[in-house]
């Protein structure tokens, strides 16, 4: 059985975790700032507000993703089939976050411009390179998506690490004498 695909996936899925949870610190501290600086301005829009409320939303969105991430990872590394629906489900959060939150983010950098604050929006795209974004916020996870997807991932979630064949493992089961007679 070829172990390198579900290795890649679990190796990846927790590159891309470790990503989600430094993003999650990074977007609450994002909403922190704001919050404080743009204190009062809530009255003239209530777009700043929902800035503030989508941030954390989006924090949350990316803690959902690396533990996920890092759960389906590890019980991947671990011949776990969970882990497997794990990986999907938070690559499936992680790129819809990321894509929606570069939207988002978007179009709020014309409010921001609007009241002469234009420091204050740059400071959301400043955090880390956007190369960095788009390698470890879309492009790691797509890879990873990818990878958990196809059918070496799942036959090595239901082998185990074993490294035998699903149909083996349950043919050797169901009579262990196959199992002196192949040994």
Known sequence: MNRAIPMAAGILALVAGAYQAWCTSQLLHAASTYSDSLRGLE????????????????????????LTLILGGGMVLAGKSLGRGLIIVGCVVAVA????GWVIATNMLHWFAEIGANDYGSLWFNMPSRLAIVLLALVVPVI????????????????????????????????????????
């Open 144 to 183: 990873t998506l990818i990878l958990a997807l196809l059918p070496a991932t799942r036959r090595w979630g239901r082998a185990g690490l074993t490294g035998a064949p699903a149909a083996e493992t349950g043919a050797a089961q169901a009579d262990p004498a196959q199992t002196a007679e192949t040994d």
């Open 43 to 66: 009255f003239y829009t209530t777009s700043f507000h929902s800035f503030v409320v989508w941030l954390t939303t989006e924090a949350a969105a990316s803690a959902v993703a690396a």
């Open 97 to 100: 976050h990321t894509c929606a």
